[in-house]
């Protein structure tokens, strides 16, 4: 709406908002630049500093004890997640990439969470369809190939306690899911995710423009 309270950041202010959060981590960091380093544009791919720490916060807040990622690539939101759960807490993280995950798994070590976090290299539906319904998921993240985002939603839904949350990454698509022109697959696909979120009674549910849009679900 043209009357709505909201402020366009540009890289100055973008960068204050940065600078004024806990958001500083000289592992993080460092794993930041490896990546880019090593992957190039895919590197693009890594979440944004203050949205790590967000996933930090909101995972410590609810006390989450067992949480799943779909879609780890090189391990800094698994880091930014596994550091908030408490002694005896456990990350399943999905993901199919051995090259990605092979970075994920080096500071995973570094970082002191490497025992708490169980990795699946297998189609993250397969690994989500096999978990059992009686061990419930408090916290999940889902930043995977976006076609299969409603699916991953369904299943981790079924699976969550009340009052869980589910997280859900790129949900604005660099603003593509406002172009009419862009009819790629996998925007029709967040598009209906967006869509359907919006009305889905078994949840409460905001869309914020963390980085590239972020969608924080809690379980009723």
């Known amino acids: 709406m043209a009357d709505g309270k909201f402020i366009k950041l540009d890289a100055k202010l973008y960068d204050y908002v940065v600078a004024h959060g806990h958001n500083g981590d000289a592992l993080l960091q460092e794993l930041a630049a490896e990546t880019a380093r090593k992957l190039g544009r895919i590197s693009m791919m890594q979440i944004a500093p203050e949205q790590g720490t967000l996933m930090n916060l909101l995972a410590r807040a609810i006390g989450a004890r067992f949480a799943v990622e779909v879609g780890t690539f090189t391990g800094y939101s698994a880091i930014c997640v596994a550091r908030a759960l408490p002694p005896g807490g456990r990350l399943l993280c999905c993901d199919v990439s051995e090259e990605w995950t092979s970075i994920a798994r080096r500071y995973w070590e570094r970082a002191g969470v490497a025992d708490r976090i169980t990795l699946k290299i297998a189609p993250a539906i397969e690994t989500l369809q096999a978990l059992p319904m009686g061990d419930p998921i408090d916290f999940a993240f889902i930043d995977a190939d976006k076609t299969n985002?409603?699916?991953?939603?369904?299943?981790?839904?079924?699976?969550?306690?009340?009052?869980?949350?589910i997280l859900i990454d790129n949900v604005l698509w660099s603003g593509a899911v406002i172009d009419p022109k862009i009819q790629t697959e996998d925007t029709r696909a967040i598009r209906a995710l967006n869509d359907f979120l919006a009305t889905d009674d078994r949840v409460d549910m905001v869309m914020l423009p963390v980085s590239d849009g972020l969608t924080i679900c809690r379980k009723r």
């Not at 985002?149 to 949350?165: H, P």
């Open 149 to 165: 985002y409603r699916a991953y939603y369904e299943e981790v839904l079924k699976r969550m306690r009340a009052g869980g949350l």
